[in-house]
């Protein structure tokens, strides 16, 4: 793999997708869990998100995995407040307005059944009279906070947030909290997608 370093971790609910906190609030960061000198994550995930985050020392893919041109795809798993009607989902396709700003085409579709994760530490605000349900998003565009902005928009607030893939890399083998370099399959899959792909209009 040369020179380059290729990193997934499964980021916990409450640590920062970085390596330092310089607000002082003493939380958690990526050192606690990664000792590789050099590697930044690609984008980001949200303090209060979890899931599968990359990490290279690849500046050039590091870019393109961030340019919205490329529209790379990432899922989610999404619990939210309450049980989405058919109107709320078509409007989560095909777009929300958010600071006037219509989001792009998202794939959405609603879970028959709770999907398998680790519990989350701390667990959600459980209340007895509310139910919730669990939506699979992917999209192709990262603003900040966007699905939980696109979700209250339609009158269905997030609880709970994981990123379960970034193109064909996904979290299967890795526990929460644990990281692993990418296999050559995946390495070469993904070089392929991200220096070879055009931006789109």
């Known amino acids: 793999m040369g020179k380059y370093r290729y990193i997934l971790f499964y980021k916990p609910y409450g640590v920062l997708s970085q390596f330092t906190d310089n607000t002082g609030e003493q939380r958690y960061t990526l ?14 995930l949200d303090w209060d998100s979890e ?21 790379h795809p990432r ?4 619990q939210v407040e309450r049980i989405p009607d058919a109107d709320a989902l078509r409007q989560l396709q ?11 085409q998202t794939l959405v579709q609603l879970l028959n059944a709770e999907p398998h994760l680790p519990p989350r530490d701390p667990p959600i605000r459980f209340r007895k009279t509310v139910p919730t349900a669990w939506l699979e998003m992917t999209l192709t565009e990262g603003r900040n906070r966007q699905i939980r902005r696109m979700t209250a928009k339609v009158g269905y607030p997030t609880l709970r947030l994981v990123r379960v893939a970034i193109a064909e890399l996904s979290l299967a083998n890795l ?9 050559p399959e995946e390495l070469n899959s993904l070089l392929k997608l991200v220096l070879q792909g055009h931006p789109k209009q």
Not at 36 to 44: A, D, K, N
Not at 54 to 60: F, I, P, V, Y
Not at 75 to 78: D, G, M, P, R
Request: net charge positive.
């Open 75 to 78: 899922t989610y798993l999404v």
């Open 31 to 44: 050192k606690k869990y990664i000792s590789v000198p050099g590697v930044y994550p690609v984008g980001r």
């Open 175 to 183: 526990q929460l909290g644990q990281w692993r370099d990418l296999a």
């Open 94 to 104: 095909e777009g929300v307005i958010i600071d006037n700003y219509r989001t792009r």
């Open 51 to 71: 899931g599968l985050l990359l990490l290279t020392n690849h500046g050039q893919l590091q870019h393109r995995l961030c340019d919205p041109r490329f529209q």
